[in-house]
């Protein structure tokens, strides 16, 4: 069985930061490439980063870029998703994902094929 494990979500206020944590476990993903999404009610699930654990390409979504950061541990098998300066809009369950996904469609949540249980993120104004 596989299992990826969110962590480190929170409340926090505007402007502040909280680092997600995905932790894998039953396999490793060394050829995979992880993504980070996210989703509020009512609203359909978001794409925010994703990270290639070869060579640790890097891909953002427009609306994080610049505040959000995705990196990797590969001796704890575990990648993270920094999170800066955090607004109300923010405010969703996180996922990370984990697939075999060309980088031409890294942004596509369909090529994700194994996800985590989600971590609750809220951002007071």
């Known amino acids: 069985q596989v299992d990826l494990v969110e962590s480190g979500g929170g409340l926090v206020q505007a402007g502040g930061s909280l680092r997600l944590s995905c932790a894998a476990y039953g396999r490793t993903f060394f050829e995979h490439t992880m993504g980070w999404f996210r989703q509020s009610p009512g609203k359909e699930r978001e794409f925010l980063a994703a990270l290639k654990w070869i060579g640790g390409d890097t891909y953002y979504a427009d609306s994080v870029k610049g505040r959000f950061t995705a990196s990797r541990d590969n001796a704890k098998n575990t990648v993270y998703l920094q999170m800066d300066n955090l607004k109300p809009e923010d405010t969703a369950t996180y996922y990370c994902?984990?697939?075999?996904?060309?980088?031409?469609?890294?942004?596509?949540?369909?090529?994700?094929?194994?996800w985590g249980q989600g971590t609750q993120v809220a951002v007071s104004s």
């Open positions: 994902a984990a697939g075999m996904v060309p980088s031409t469609y890294a942004k596509v949540e369909s090529w994700y094929n194994y």
